[in-house]
């Protein structure tokens, strides 16, 4: 049973990418906001995961179709079923069988490379992500956002859900602590894991 806090993710997820908008239209003006998404984007990305997508995802895409996480790129849905197809090309012919993954002290995540059950929200420039997990593992929650790396697979330090990190990412980005680099596209400021408990 969702808890009161879990029904009203959609509106949260809404009003922290707002907030995280205004603040990059006023400090990082370089960053380009997408228009809302289209729905045939967000149905074609749920026919191909084979299930609906959290609706504070699509809450969020509503706003606007991917939303920068510092320096990782926002993906909208179309660039997310993008992502998510080659990566799943990848998991179904074994490349992924012999890789190495990340340990874990709790195992939130699923220990696979990949899983078809992540939908990626954000990427780096080395092909880095930010997923939202609809499958986790034993200690972790459906809709925990998780990071997936190259080099190890998935990781994540905690179970905040995708609502909770883009609240973390708004109070932090106001709170004066984080300055936009245009020159290097980077943010200088403190470090800050937005996916802890």
């Excluded at 370089?30 to 045939?40: I, M, S």
């Amino acid at each position: 049973m969702a808890s009161p806090k879990d029904s009203d993710r959609p509106e949260r997820a809404a009003a922290a990418t707002r907030r995280v908008a205004a603040w990059l239209q006023k400090h990082a003006s370089e960053e380009a906001l997408r228009p809302p998404v289209r729905d045939a984007s967000v149905q074609a990305l749920a026919k191909a995961l084979g299930k609906p997508l959290p609706p504070e995802l699509v809450a969020m895409w509503k706003v606007h179709d991917g939303l920068p996480i510092f320096e990782y790129a926002g993906l909208g849905a179309a660039a997310s079923r993008k992502m998510r197809a080659g990566l799943e090309s990848l998991r179904k012919k074994g490349t992924f069988d012999d890789h190495e993954v990340f340990e874990q002290s709790r195992p939130r995540v699923k220990p696979v490379k990949w899983h078809e059950a992540w939908i990626p929200i954000a990427e780096d420039g080395c092909g880095n992500l930010y997923c939202i997990d609809l499958a986790p593992g034993r200690a972790g929650r459906v809709g925990q956002v998780i990071k997936w790396e190259v080099a190890g697979g998935p990781f994540t330090t905690g179970s905040a859900d995708l609502a909770t990190l883009l609240e973390r990412y708004a109070d932090a980005l106001e709170s004066g602590r984080f300055e936009y680099l245009a020159d290097s596209g980077i943010y200088d400021g403190p470090y800050l894991d937005l996916l802890g408990d």
